[in-house]
């Protein structure tokens, strides 16, 4: 139960910056987002201390762990990739428009004999 009231706290405090961004509208622009940028700083504090605020800093921690177990393609390896995708979409859009134009050449000057000037 105090989890739930600890995030309602969290919410209200950035609906409570958001809502200084508008009570503030005569003020300076820096002022009005220093104000939502305290409020979610204020509500992410207080969220950090609930469990799921706990579980999703262990998930976080865990993500950037698995991240840096990744072996990322080289430079080399990323170009040659690229350049087979670039050239499989070329043949695709060449293959793609000789069948269109086949089935318009068959459809319309053999079969309906519309034979375009």
Known sequence: MADKIKFALALLLVAAGVAAFYLLSE?????????????????????????????????????????????????????????????????MALFLWLADKTLEWGLYDLILGWKRS
Do not use: H, N, Y
């Not at 220093?34 to 800093?57: D, I, K, M, N, S």
């Open 27 to 91: 003020t300076a622009m820096v002022l009005r987002v220093l104000a939502v940028v305290a409020g979610v700083l204020a509500g992410g504090a207080v969220a950090w201390f609930t469990e799921p605020g706990r579980q999703f800093a262990e998930f976080s921690a865990d993500s950037v762990a698995e991240a840096k177990k990744v072996v990322w393609p080289s430079r080399k390896e990323t170009i040659q990739t690229t350049g087979i995708v670039f050239a499989f979409v070329v043949v």
